[in-house]
């Protein structure tokens, strides 16, 4: 599970349990602050979702929601969602690409200090 409040008004959240990835959404204030979170499936109707999803993030990335699954083969995947504030509603199109999986020994550019 992990978290993130793109605003004071919000917190987006994601979870993966037995294998699906949710996306979830509620109001911090105003008048849907007793709704809870409203959940979405990112499993069910896009394309590319990884089998063997078995660690889950998110984050804010420009004005959307990255999120992103490491799967049990070390690959890593992400799908984005918007959130729209005015219905505290994620707007998700559930397309999972796959990103540059890390390797053993993988050390990034090498960076000098001067």
Same mark, same amino acid.
């Given at each position: 599970?992990?978290?993130?409040?793109?605003?004071?008004s919000?917190?987006?959240?994601?979870?993966?349990?037995?294998?699906?990835?949710?996306?979830?959404?509620?109001?911090?204030?105003?008048?849907n602050?007793?709704?809870?979170?409203?959940?979405?499936?990112?499993?069910?109707?896009?394309?590319?979702? =990884?089998?063997?999803?078995?660690?889950?993030?998110?984050?804010?990335?420009?004005?959307?929601?990255?999120?992103?699954?490491?799967?049990?083969?070390?690959?890593?995947y992400?799908?984005v969602?918007e959130?729209?504030?005015?219905?505290?509603t994620?707007d998700?199109?559930?397309?999972?690409?796959?990103l540059?999986? =890390?390797e =053993?020994?993988?050390?990034? =550019?090498e960076?000098?200090?001067?």
């Amino acid at each position: 599970m992990d978290a993130y409040n793109p605003s004071a008004s919000h917190e987006v959240k994601a979870v993966l349990s037995d294998g699906i990835t949710y996306a979830g959404i509620r109001a911090l204030t105003g008048p849907n602050v007793d709704r809870g979170y409203v959940w979405y499936d990112l499993t069910d109707d896009g394309e590319g979702y =990884p089998m063997g999803a078995c660690s889950v993030s998110i984050a804010n990335q420009a004005n959307g929601t990255s999120i992103q699954v490491l799967t049990t083969d070390g690959e890593v995947y992400e799908t984005v969602c918007e959130v729209e504030n005015s219905t505290d509603t994620l707007d998700c199109d559930e397309v999972w690409m796959q990103l540059e999986t =890390p390797e =053993p020994g993988d050390d990034g =550019p090498e960076v000098r200090v001067s």
